[in-house]
T-cell receptor, first 115, second 110 residues
């Protein structure tokens, strides 16, 4: 069973640039969620994708967008980067079935630094 | 909205000491409750969970009981080890998205 993998693991961008982060779901999982974890804080929910459709969004501006592909892998795109976007971005996959018990499987994250 | 509050850290203990990390929550409905752990340099891992009132989650010697009357889900371990040093996150979900507390850093000294 393959776990959740994310790429790249680290990257540095400058203000105003755009970034794309990638995530491969755990085998058999059909739902992907993205979280932003600022240094010393708990992860904050960005959005969730199920069957290639956005299925819930947190309090993040539209310049945060995503995609889910037919193989359930996913991308997170952030446009017009700001300094406060510097954080660890976590991808989590799960299997949506019946009552969602919320058990997510996380990747190790992509650490984004915006200069 | 729903929220989770954890005791602030860092918590520093000697090996074999008793551990309690407090967690309280605010939620509408009947959320599921979780403890996740983040070891240095690793991703978040589910430690334990409870899906209804009075359920006790347990794993690797850690326990937490879902207390609806006090809206709490405190994490306990009878005897901590150096290898338990990590950041612990309490979380809840009732809508499919996880809401996390701010995390509590545990450092266990030999």
């Amino acid at each position: 069973e393959t776990g959740v993998t994310q790429s790249p693991t680290h990257l540095i961008k400058t203000r105003g640039q755009q970034v794309t982060l990638r995530c491969s779901s755990q085998s058999g999982h059909n739902t992907v969620s993205w979280y932003q974890q600022a240094l010393g804080q708990g992860p904050q929910f960005i959005f969730q994708y199920y069957r290639e459709e956005e299925n819930g969004r947190g309090n993040f501006p539209p310049r945060f967008s995503g995609l889910q592909f037919p193989n359930y892998s996913s991308e997170l795109n952030v446009n017009a980067l700001e300094l406060d976007d510097s954080a660890l971005y976590l991808c989590a996959s799960s299997l949506r079935s019946g009552r969602n018990t919320g058990e997510l499987f996380f990747g190790e994250g992509s650490r984004l630094t915006v200069l | 909205g729903d929220s989770v509050t954890q005791m602030e850290g860092p918590v520093t203990l000697s090996e074999e000491a008793f551990l309690t990390i407090n967690c309280t929550y605010t939620a509408t409905g009947y959320p599921s409750l979780f403890w996740y752990v983040q070891y240095p340099g690793e991703g978040l891992q589910l430690l334990l969970k409870a899906t209804k009132a009075d359920d006790k989650g347990s794993n690797k010697g850690f326990e937490a009981t879902y207390r609806k009357e006090t809206t709490s889900f405190h994490l306990e371990k009878g005897s901590v080890q150096v290898s338990d040093s990590a950041v612990y996150f309490c979380a809840l979900t009732s809508t499919g998205k996880l809401i996390f507390g701010q995390g509590t850093t545990l450092q266990v000294k030999p």
